[in-house]
């Protein structure tokens, strides 16, 4: 096909075509002679292959990679891109609702230091948005991660109570049968599964490599990649979201974030199961500290003080405010479930 016809079919222009092939996304055979282009049937495919990147707003250069790339997948980069996508939406929806507030303080010259205070607010959402980093380095840990959920004999078990949690949660949130459940955090895909197979059930990671696993050992769960600040989900679209030991990665004002997310994408009447690294308050956690000092558990105590181990009253007094009604269980003294509904 020449590249007239091309353009045609794939309902682009010549010369659009060209500007890919002085890009170096795709090189057609030229007749030595009359320097005519010809498109053979995998030229085409890569072509609308490229058109498509581009229309979801993939940068040629990114296209290039993809195409290049034997280890990317096209269906692992459409997922780095939906997911980056949501985190714009979502910054672009904080900018428009601080400009709608700042409007309501009609630019009097007594309401500049609240239109101060609301550019600030919206400078620190995206600043906590863009600053979290793996520094546990999930994508190394995924491949043996199922084995290493150490469950006895050590000084110090951090997933002690694993199973009793993760079915606690399984307890907690009942649903109508072909409900959508979103496992944040997921991992190689342990508390998700169990809601298999009467409901659909989305994975979310920031890790590709555990999705990769959870894929492998439940073929059925649907992943995402995603971020607790910015789930790649749309408002409204699930009825349980569920989590077990992912949210103490993050600090607790980035905790209230992510709970402000699950809000966003929780159809009305959802459910919130969160398992996790917990104490109900700051008391219990100085409390369970100092055990382990006295019982000379240093180990214990770099663990926890390593992680953002939540602080159960803040969690559950910020879903009572938005108008959850809550259960907040201490299953031990370094576990905790809450169960949120409306
Ligand atoms: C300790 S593993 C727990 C996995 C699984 N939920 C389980 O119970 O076995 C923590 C998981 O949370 C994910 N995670 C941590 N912080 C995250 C974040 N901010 N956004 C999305 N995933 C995150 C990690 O990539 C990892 O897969």
């Not at 199961?273 to 382990?292: C, Y």
Request: charge should be negative.
């Amino acid at each position: 096909m020449q590249i007239k016809e091309a353009a045609m079919y794939l309902n682009t222009t010549p010369k659009a075509i060209r500007f890919y092939e002085t890009k170096g996304l795709i090189t057609p055979r030229k007749d030595e002679g009359n320097q005519y282009r010809y498109f053979s049937e995998s030229d085409l495919y890569r072509l609308s292959t490229i058109l498509a990147l581009r229309e979801i707003g993939v940068a040629v250069q990114d296209i290039k990679t993809i195409l290049e790339d034997p280890n990317l997948s096209i269906r692992q980069y459409l997922d780095i891109q939906r997911s980056a996508l949501f985190e714009q939406w979502l910054e672009m929806r904080d900018m428009i609702e601080t400009i709608d507030e700042m409007l309501e303080q009609n630019w009097k010259n007594d309401s500049i230091e609240a239109i101060h205070q609301l550019a600030a607010h919206l400078k620190n959402m995206k600043e906590i948005r863009g600053k979290w980093q793996d520094r546990w380095d999930f994508n190394e840990q995924a491949k043996d991660y199922d084995n290493h959920i150490k469950r006895e004999g050590h000084v110090f078990n951090v997933h002690e109570g694993y199973d009793e949690g993760l079915q606690a949660v399984v307890e907690k949130v009942k649903l109508g049968s072909c409900s959508v459940v979103a496992d944040i955090g997921i991992g190689t895909g342990n508390l998700g599964a169990k809601f298999l197979p009467n409901h659909k059930v989305i994975g979310v990671d920031q890790s590709e490599k555990m999705l990769e696993k959870c894929k492998e050992k439940h073929p059925t769960i649907e992943t995402r990649n995603g971020h607790f600040l910015a789930l790649p989900l749309l408002d409204q679209s699930v009825d349980a979201i569920v989590s077990s030991y992912a949210l103490h990665h993050l600090p607790d004002e980035e905790k209230l974030l992510a709970l402000k997310e699950m809000k966003r994408v929780l159809k009305p009447n959802g459910q919130i199961g969160i398992v996790d690294l917990m104490f109900q308050d700051e008391i219990h956690r100085k409390n369970v500290l100092n055990q382990f000092r006295k019982a000379g558990n240093q180990i214990a105590v770099d663990s926890i003080e390593d992680e953002y181990y939540a602080n159960q009253s803040l969690l559950v007094e910020w879903l009572k405010q938005n108008g959850y009604k809550v259960e907040a269980i201490q299953i031990n003294r370094i576990l905790g479930l809450i169960y949120a509904y409306s």
